[in-house]
């Protein structure tokens, strides 16, 4: 009788677990869509020097490291932002990958970036990591970033 008894139990999580995994991922894929079009919308913020869009993105303790090693509070990225005097012809992520665990999603990118200079135009590349935590209260919040340059 025991055997019987856990063999239904193994049969009914095997079912469960059937059950519940689509909805699962879709979750989860719903939550990877969700801080993919932050993500995009950061980028564009980011070409009209438009900080505050992206303040409102950063939970107050953000912390960044930029292409140059150089460590960000959030008001410092702001700033920078705000400040960029580049002449962006265009901008765009690709290769995002996000990770959903829980509440957190970890995602990596590339920003590429073309820039008008006096020469004409150059075109750089980023690869990026930001780690975001969802809150009742707030949505989706960019809590850590890093980018480094990718050499030519």
């Known amino acids: 009788m025991k055997s019987c008894l856990s063999r239904s139990t193994t049969a009914f999580l095997v ?63 702001i700033a920078a932002i705000n400040n960029d005097t580049a002449q962006y012809v265009s901008g765009a992520n690709t ?10 999603v970890v995602i990596t990118g590339v920003w590429t970036a073309t820039v008008k200079t006096k020469s004409g135009t150059t075109e750089t590349r980023y690869r990026w990591t930001d780690t975001w935590v969802k809150s009742p209260e707030e949505g989706w919040m960019c809590i850590a970033g890093q980018s480094g340059r990718i050499a030519k």
């Open 15 to 77: 079912g469960a677990l059937a059950v519940l995994s689509p909805a699962s991922a879709s979750a989860q894929n719903l939550e990877a869509q969700a801080v993919n079009a932050l993500e995009n919308a950061w980028g564009a913020a980011s070409i009209r020097r438009d900080g505050a869009t992206v303040g409102r993105m950063l939970s107050p303790d953000f912390t960044f490291v930029d292409a140059d090693g150089k460590f960000r509070t959030k008001a410092q990225l």
């Open 95 to 104: 290769a995002l990958s996000p990770r959903v665990h829980g509440g957190t």
